[in-house]
């Protein structure tokens, strides 16, 4: 029987193999080798292998989650449907062909067979967009179709799609009164904090106007509020940003990671330090809540964070970049906390 892979003991010995191949024979020892038995040492189908592993994972979370509160672990499986709509529409806007786009896509059931039909049919952007008229996603392309079409530009697209999942993941949450989806909705909502204070940094590390800054956030706050992280979006610079929110939830972690930044320039700083934080969360959680939706809850986060590390640790080793460099760009929490 496989076994699964530890969060960091695992990863050590990953990090270390000189090359692609070698890091696939260690993964054969865990539940990701069926993904990966047909995979060559490219660095995109390993991604692919690893992301198909994870919509998998994503599928069975909702379909053993307790029936009380699998509706709400339903929506989060729409996050691979977000996926795919990404893989969809940015093949069409580089012209791929639908045999190109086909072999990237997904597993998942809710976006019909007939929308993607519709869309590897397509002969152009315009008409791939279309297809999604009769879906719940059209509201959210259509509010940023002109601006698409004036910038030709996608990140709009994906921004406002990506909104749109995790507003209607919370309200799920929020809607329900079914005992642990107030654990549900805790995690979803820091996720959604932890976005937008990265939104924000970004923004002012860009010198992004506070309009559009405001523009590019989810208008929903868990564990901080909201006129706090309003007012941070008008400070000049991610030092006074950091500075305003310090008393905050998050203030302690956000205040580590500033050295680093200070030093690199680069909000990742502070995406590492937020991102370990909320691991941790989870972990607590998970343990806190055994009888419960903590378990599951914290699955979905950690498998996803998994994920990531796992794609960094791919394209570090395709880059030839050193074990100490991959490392610095993961996302883990202490061994020992």
């Known amino acids: 029987m496989k076994g699964k892979l530890k969060e960091n003991d695992k990863l050590d010995s990953l990090i270390q193999t000189q090359n692609l191949q070698s890091f696939i024979s260690l993964l054969n020892e865990t539940d990701y080798a069926s993904y990966l038995e047909n995979s060559e040492t490219e660095p995109i189908q ?4 690893l ?5 998998d994972a994503c599928t069975k979370i909702y379909s053993i989650a307790p029936e009380n509160v699998s509706n709400i672990f339903q929506e989060l499986g729409k996050i691979v ?8 529409l940015s093949s069409k806007f580089v012209k791929k062909s639908g045999e190109d786009i086909e072999e990237r896509l ?10 993607y039909e519709k869309v590897l049919k397509a002969e152009d952007l315009d008409k791939a967009l279309a297809a999604f008229e009769e879906t719940e ?8 179709l002109s601006e698409v079409e004036e910038e030709q530009n996608l990140l709009p697209l994906w921004t406002r799609v990506e909104q749109k999942f995790w507003e209607d993941a919370i309200r799920k949450a929020q809607n329900s009164s079914a005992k642990g989806s107030e654990v549900i909705r805790e995690a979803i909502g820091m996720k959604i904090d932890i976005m937008n204070i990265l939104t924000v940094l970004r923004c002012l590390n860009q010198n992004t106007e506070a309009k559009e800054i405001e523009k590019n956030h989810i208008p929903i706050y868990s564990k901080i509020e909201g006129d706090n992280l309003e007012r941070t979006m008008e400070m000049e610079d991610v030092k ?3 500075v305003n929110l310090e008393d905050s939830y998050y203030g302690e972690k956000l205040s580590e990671a500033l050295e680093d930044y200070r030093k690199t320039g680069s909000i990742y700083s502070f995406e590492k330090s937020l991102y370990e934080f909320f691991i941790k969360k989870m972990r607590t959680m998970s343990i806190q809540n055994s009888a419960g939706a903590g378990p ?15 794609i960094t640790i791919t394209n570090g080793i395709s880059e030839n970049l050193s074990s100490e460099k991959i490392n610095g760009k993961l996302i883990m929490a202490g061994k020992n906390e």
């Open 137 to 144: 996603y059209w509201e959210a392309i259509n509010e940023v």
């Open 81 to 88: 449907t977000i996926e795919n709509i990404n893989i969809l």
């Open 106 to 115: 997904l597993p998942e059931e809710f976006l019909s067979e007939e929308v």
């Open 240 to 242: 006074e940003a950091v």
């Open 51 to 55: 992301k198909a592993g994870l919509a």
């Open 46 to 49: 390993i991604e692919w292998a």
């Open 296 to 310: 599951l809850t914290a699955f979905f986060f950690r498998k996803r964070m998994e994920v990531r590390n796992l």
